[in-house]
């Protein structure tokens, strides 16, 4: 993969087959995985601390929250795909009563949740 050189400046290509003004830079990229990610320093404040760890928490249960609701949508999706009226029926009110927990939880806005299931009751409706 050497370029048409003169052999008089193929010297000056490395082994990895660098052309010669690379050779300034390296062979390497710096990228996102070599560079060393730390985490923010935590605050002093008992108050500060309480809200970490209130954060935590929040954010483990609203990450178990949100997959539940995109696994049911897939679900949904699935059967939709596969042409049974009668299953997709099923998990269309499985799936609208997912929604609305999830706008319970504060998961989904509930003007979202209306439109996913409006969109997902008319593909079923328009199934054979």
């Known amino acids: 993969m050497t370029p048409a ?3 008089s400046q193929l010297h000056l290509f490395d082994r ?3 052309l ?3 050779k ?3 062979p390497t990229r710096i990228s996102s995985a070599d560079t060393k990610v730390t985490k923010p320093a935590m605050a002093n404040h008992l108050s500060a601390l309480k809200r970490a760890r209130q954060t935590e928490r929040r954010t483990v249960r609203n990450r178990a929250n949100t997959s539940t609701l995109r696994t049911q949508l897939r679900a949904l999706r699935e059967t939709i795909e596969k042409g049974d009226k009668a299953a997709a029926e099923q ?3 499985q799936t609208v009563s997912a929604l609305d927990k999830a706008i319970q939880k504060g998961t989904l806005h509930e003007n ?3 439109r996913y299931k409006s969109r997902l009751g008319v593909r079923v409706n328009a199934m054979k």
Do not use: H
Request: aromatic letters at 16%; a positive charge; glycine letters at 12%.
């Open 20 to 22: 010669p003004y690379n």
């Open 24 to 26: 300034e830079f390296g």
């Open 16 to 18: 990895v087959g660098m």
């Open 5 to 7: 050189l003169p052999k």
């Open 112 to 114: 979202t949740a209306s």
């Open 91 to 93: 998990a269309y009110r």
